[in-house]
Nanobody, 118 residues
Framework: QVQLVESGGGLVQAGGSLRLSCAAS????????MGWFRRAPGKEREFVAR????????YYRDSVKDRFTISRDNAKNTVYLQMNSLKSEDTAVYYC???????????WGQGTQVTVSS
């Protein structure tokens, strides 16, 4: 399987920026896509963004489309989430995920906390 480790979370002011990183190891040859999810207090985990490993096709939830950018460095087995114009409602634990089967998220990181103060 694939092991994932997130980093880059922290505390920022509203309107500020953060870049999250997720390093993959293990059976990385089998990765078809990687993505970011988040869970805010009292809410279910929700999809944020994804990127296909080969073609680099991206997809975002509407609320972050104009502010967040997902990217990947295949040689480094790393995916990034650049977050700009952060809002208090972006406060959540952010999780990196990888899938080796279409429509199935197989591996998950342990999460990194993002807190946006207002």
């Amino acid at each position: 399987q694939v092991q994932l480790v997130e980093s880059g979370g922290g505390l920022v002011q509203a309107g500020g920026s953060l870049r999250l990183s997720c390093a993959a190891s293990g059976r990385t040859f089998s990765i078809s896509a990687m993505g970011w999810f988040r869970r805010a207090p009292g809410k279910e985990r929700e999809f944020v963004a994804r990127i296909t490993w080969n073609g680099g096709t991206t997809y975002y939830r509407d609320s972050v489309k104009d502010r967040f950018t997902i990217s990947r460095d295949n040689a480094k087995n790393t995916v990034y989430l650049q977050m700009n114009s952060l809002k208090s409602e972006d406060t959540a634990v952010y999780y990196c995920a990888a899938r080796t089967v279409i429509d199935s998220w197989d591996s998950w990181g342990q999460g990194t906390q993002v807190t946006v103060s207002s």
